[in-house]
């Protein structure tokens, strides 16, 4: 296990913080693995500040887009050489498995490698002119970028921030989890290295854990935060988005989901039995994206749903430190004891459980925040059950007759975040992919991402993108500048 960081970072200066301690504990064992000092509202105030004046330095102010190119391959450099640390400190923070977080961590590093790739290639504009100018189109910092992450996939949400906010040229306020906020503070002692080398105020970047209601609303409402990228709860989003509101400041919305995940009576039945597992199950279910509602073909749905069930009760649960381990603890016993709660919702509203809807037995289990891979059928898709976000390994199977049918009940949700189709039908992949609400659909594929193509979130799953080269235009502000070409005074006194 790596050292573990226990001061945070403030306008670029690492100490412990004035604010309440954090216990971060380790989900595999129910130990507490660090206590962390949590920001105060004045420390976010200094961070904001100190940012700002940051962002004032020539060093930063002037610096050419392709020498912070060069600055982000140096981030991703370090990452990519650290990964093996940053996946020991999610594993022990997140109790996801080492090759999970060694595969986030590895994420991390390509998203800061993209970024400065396409800030390279990023350009500015010159419009056709309807007179006697020359019209420009030029893109600037915005200003300092509030970032506030959830707990699921810390080091790669952090990255899809930080990354395009840098690049753009702005400073960040980093806001992780209070349950995992190591590994944002060794990322983020990772970026004030590159700065230091580079020559760079430390204060661009600050790493403040803490409450979202300290810490968060802090953040939120400071004057100097001219933009806020939120990664997390539907109200909490709202509530976000209301704040931006008042302040007149852009806002992206990362939220929640209850995905969609579909197999057509054609589908390569290996194909989808093992895609389903790994679009619910891995992450243990805590992802936003995780494709929580199973909508299989009547004319199949017994026979799929049945051998499903048989592969679920052989997944491998156990710490995410066990090579073999499929499914890890949740993250947190409160976070555990809120899937089990909705367990017993799904059984009083008439749901049959097919395998899971426990926490496992045995002395290895005991501390430990876990819950079995849990199957459920019997319940209509405008049950609670199936309406309301889970975030745990809880999967709700329902058959459904025609294609019309299936549109209606995937897209009687609330959320729009992502959609799974699996099917031989090409034809019939197109037609149902351009009628689902969702910001991502897969086709006979699920949970695969890409650093070069925008992920977003539709009704309450979001607002504004993340990923994509348009990433780093989402953090800077555009200018038009108009240059007279004419020798004559402009005519309006002639």
Known sequence: MPLLP???????????????????????????????????AAEVAEAAEAAAQAMDDPAWRDMLAHERARLLHRIAELTEEAAPELAALQTADTGKTLAETRALALSAAATFRYTAAALEAAENAITPSRGPYVTMSVYEPIGVVGAINPWNSPVASDAQKIAP?????????????????????ALGRLITRALDEFGLPTALLSVLPGSGRIVGDALVRHPLVARIGFTGGTETGRSIAALAGEKLVPASLELGGKSPTIVRADADIEQALAGVLFGIFSSSGQSCIAGSRLFVARDIHDTFVGELVERVRKLRVGPGTDPATQVGPLVHHRHRDSVAAYVDLARSEGARVLCGGAAPRGERYQDGAYY???????????SRTCQEEI??????????????DLVRQANDSVYG?????????????WRIARRIDAGTVWINTYKQFSASTPFSGWKDSGLGTEKGRDAIRAYQRQKSLYWGTSDLPLPWAN
Do not use: M
């Open 6 to 40: 226990t001061d945070i970072l403030i306008a670029g200066q690492w100490r412990r913080g004035a604010g309440e301690p954090l216990d971060t504990v380790d989900p595999a064992t129910g130990r507490v693995l660090a206590t962390v000092h949590s920001a105060s």
């Open 165 to 185: 906010a840098l690049a753009a040229g702005n400073a960040v306020l980093l806001k992780p989890a209070a349950w995992t906020p190591l590994v944002s503070l």
């Open 372 to 382: 079995l891979p849990t199957v459920l059928e019997g319940i209509p898709n405008t």
């Open 391 to 404: 975030f745990g390994p809880v999967l709700v199977a329902l058959p459904y007759d025609d294609e019309d």
């Open 417 to 429: 975040l992502a959609c799974g189709i699996w099917t031989r039908d090409l034809r019939a992949a």
